[in-house]
């Protein structure tokens, strides 16, 4: 597993990562977790959680370009 040099989100060092994408910087963690398609009230919440990227569909939620 590569963890991103700029990134410190433990779920990069977890062979178990309960979630698909990382919430900071967006790559795939644990590519055995299924991609879901979310409701924007999921990613408004995730927003309010000050998280850049959806742990399940991988979309940027904050910040500037994707």
Not at 6 to 14: E, G, K, P, S
Not at 38 to 60: F, L, T
Request: aromatic share 4%; hydrophobic share 35%; net charge positive.
């Amino acid at each position: 597993m590569r963890m991103p040099v700029d990134c410190a989100n433990l779920n990069h060092r977890r062979g178990d990562a309960p979630v698909r994408f990382c919430p900071k910087c967006g790559e795939i963690v644990n590519a055995g977790v299924a991609a879901w398609q979310c409701a924007e009230a999921k990613h408004a919440a995730a927003r309010r959680n000050q998280d850049h990227y959806c742990v399940d569909c991988g979309q940027r939620l904050i910040g500037g370009t994707p």
